[in-house]
């Protein structure tokens, strides 16, 4: 509660209060009608109300959201478990970031601490899985999938292809890679501006690089976003995609057998 209620901006979901009576505690946020986010991308019919442009603006508004809880809060705030459920829509469907259960806060002059693992497999960074490396560049992983299900229509954790291996991160790369990205983007989504998708695409790709340090911050993928003239890089390879395209585990794999993170990952 006390970090939720120091985070205060348009894209974060408004915390109202508080109750203590009775036998269950109750967090009181902002009504928001739209429900989340889950509800409409991965529905068939419903996924037809989100055209390109409101796409665009509820990835544009959850980089913002990201932005100020990783750079504008007291300390340094990490969410940890950014997916579409977890972004709420409201009447005109703008984004607020929303369930803080989750939440880490340091100092913003730490560059990552070591925790217990802690969130929704498909959505983890790849350091944070293997060695519980925390940092903001956890959340910017989380988000790079959340961009491409946005362009795509289809759940992470859910993808399947022809290539049983695929996740939607590596079918991504390999279109991008064969200059073919238009395949993946959702049939049921009228665009006018295909290089603006593929553009978004390439954003959402260097998000979800293997190597954190490779990975943008939410201040230089805002400014990708929002100015066209700024030149994207080239993404270098997702993560467990080998140079001939076989999957492979970290090699601090084991990390899974412990305790703690069988008890604190969210398979769901």
């Given amino acids: 509660m006390d970090i939720i209620s120091r985070a205060k901006h348009r894209n974060l979901v408004q915390f109202l209060g508080y109750s203590l009576m009775g036998p269950e505690t109750l967090l009181v946020y902002e009504y928001l009608p739209n429900n989340s986010l889950d509800h409409k991308l991965f529905d068939s019919e419903r996924k037809k109300e989100l055209d390109w442009q409101k796409r665009l603006t509820i990835i544009k508004g959850v980089a913002e959201g990201l932005q100020y809880l990783h750079h ?3 300390g340094k705030i990490i ?3 950014i997916k579409a459920s977890n972004i709420l829509l409201d009447v005109r469907c703008r984004p607020k970031i929303a369930d803080f259960g989750l939440v880490r806060s340091f100092s913003a002059e730490d560059s990552h601490r070591t925790t217990g693992i802690a969130g929704t497999l498909g959505y983890m960074a790849p350091e944070y899985i293997a060695r519980g490396i925390l940092s903001e560049k956890v959340d910017v992983y989380s988000f790079g999938i959340l961009m491409l299900e946005i362009i795509s ?3 992470n954790n859910k993808f399947s292809s022809a290539d049983s291996v ?3 991160v590596t079918a991504v790369w390999k279109h991008f890679q064969s200059g073919t990205l238009t395949q993946v ?5 009228d665009v006018n501006d295909i290089e603006e998708v593929r553009r978004v695409g390439q954003v959402a790709l260097l998000c979800t690089q293997e190597i954190p340090s490779l990975r943008p911050t939410l201040t230089m993928v805002s400014k990708w976003l929002r100015q066209k003239d700024l030149e994207v890089p080239e993404p270098s390879k997702p ?3 080998n140079e001939i395209g076989e999957y492979f585990l970290p090699s601090d794999s084991s990390l899974f057998c412990q305790s703690e993170t069988k008890k604190n990952v969210e398979p769901r």
């Fill in 79 to 81: 969410h940890r478990d």
């Fill in 166 to 168: 695929d996740t939607l």
């Fill in 153 to 155: 229509g289809k759940r």
């Fill in 185 to 189: 983007v959702d049939e049921s989504m």
């Fill in 72 to 74: 504008c809060c007291e």
């Fill in 239 to 241: 993560p467990f995609l």
